[in-house]
Antibody, heavy 124, light 107 residues
């Protein structure tokens, strides 16, 4: 059974770059079976998809964040990562990594694997 | 972007009630629509995918319906474990988008 675990700093200063890692266990990140995404949730609010990466390294980003986002694979450690630059207070949120099965479509299926989430606060 | 609008935003119900949540899309998502349940402090959990397919292990009291731009999630007989927030999500077009959520509260 594939499991995901986020890691990274809980506190980031304004204007800095956030770096988060999602470790995949019970499966290979180089498998074509899954797309790997980052999703965030502002306190008390709904869910916002940030972007994803496929085993090939191809990525899709939310246009609202694309200028600040990089998602990449680390195949040697079976991880994928998120970098979000120019952080502001508006980026304070719970950040989740998630996986959705590849089904032959560009987007794949629904998110059936989620990490537990990591809270990131932006403050000086 | 496809905007997803859920109604109601909050729903008060009793154990045993039949509950229906609606999700409307700003344009057609065909049937590429999922429903998630989220409890406080936890990650969302997939309940329904492809509008009406029940995820493995999810109780059969949950069902999904609809296509195009209007979708429903129905809980046939509300159980104590079902008090949570529910989100719809379209995965027809990038960017993937979620509804604003429906909180199901104890009446």
């Amino acid at each position: 059974q594939v499991q995901l675990q986020e890691s990274g700093p809980g506190l980031v200063k304004p204007s800095q770059t956030l770096s988060l890692t999602c470790t995949v266990s019970g499966g290979s990140i180089t498998s074509a079976a899954y797309y790997w995404s980052w999703i965030r949730q502002h306190p008390g609010k709904g869910l916002e998809w940030i972007g994803n990466v496929y085993y090939s390294g191809s990525t899709y980003y939310n246009p609202s964040l694309t200028s600040r986002v990089t998602i990449s694979l680390d195949t040697s450690n079976n991880q994928f990562s998120l970098k979000l630059s120019s952080m502001t207070a508006a980026d304070t949120a719970m950040y989740y990594c998630a996986g959705n099965p590849s089904d032959g479509r560009v987007l794949g299926s629904a998110f059936d694997i989620w990490g537990q989430g990591t809270m990131v606060t932006i403050s000086s | 972007d496809i905007q997803m609008t859920q109604s109601p935003s909050t729903l008060s119900a009793s154990v045993g009630d039949r509950v229906t949540i609606t999700c409307r899309a700003s344009q057609s998502t065909t049937n590429w629509l999922a429903w998630y349940q989220q409890k406080p402090g936890k990650a969302p959990k997939l309940l329904i995918y492809k509008a009406s397919s029940l995820e493995s292990g999810v109780p059969s009291r949950f069902s999904g319906g609809g296509s195009g731009t209007e979708f429903t999630l129905t809980i046939s007989s509300l159980q104590p474990d079902d008090f949570a927030t529910y989100y719809c999500q379209q995965y027809n077009t990038y960017p993937v988008t979620f509804g604003g959520g429906t909180k199901v509260e104890i009446k």
